[in-house]
């Protein structure tokens, strides 16, 4: 198995012993979860708005993915942790504007104690290359 490190100054720097994501075998990529950082100030922006964390986060992902050569076309399995299940319905608005709906990815979302930095929302993908 071929093990490749993608990382971009597009999204923010890794918070702990991690990489943005890893291509594995140059077929499926695995892209660590991400939060509300600009990865421009790499400061955490939005703390009270989960609408515009969600839309941090996906620009975030969608730096990822291409640094890898992809896009969120070639994602097949998402993970959604929120701070408030409560927060569901405008996390999933802001989400599917990013996807066609006949061809979106599978999905998790699961509501957990506490997420890094206290944020309130946190994604991360799988994606095929």
């Known amino acids: 198995m071929t093990r490749?490190?993608?990382?971009?100054?597009?999204?923010?720097?890794?918070?702990g012993p991690y990489n943005?994501?890893?291509a594995a075998s140059g077929q499926m990529l695995f892209v660590s979860g991400q939060i509300a950082i600009d990865p421009s100030t790499n400061q955490?922006?939005?703390?009270?708005d989960v609408a515009k964390q969600t839309e941090q986060v996906m620009?975030?992902?969608?730096?990822?993915?291409?640094?890898?050569?992809?896009s969120f076309a070639n994602a097949v399995k998402m993970t959604i942790?929120?701070?408030?299940?409560?927060?569901?319905?405008?996390?999933?608005?802001?989400?599917?504007?990013?996807?066609d709906p006949e061809n979106a990815p599978a999905r998790?979302?699961?509501?957990?104690?506490?997420?890094?930095?206290d944020v309130l929302v946190e994604i991360d993908c799988i994606a095929v290359l």
């Open 81 to 99: 942790f929120l701070k408030d299940m409560n927060d569901f319905a405008t996390v999933n608005q802001v989400y599917s504007g990013y996807f």
């Open 108 to 117: 998790a979302c699961v509501e957990v104690s506490r997420l890094p930095k």
């Open 4 to 15: 490749k490190v993608v990382n971009t100054q597009s999204a923010p720097a890794p918070v």
């Open 20 to 22: 943005q994501a890893i």
């Open 59 to 70: 620009n975030n992902l969608k730096a990822v993915l291409a640094e890898a050569g992809a």
């Open 44 to 48: 955490l922006v939005h703390t009270d």
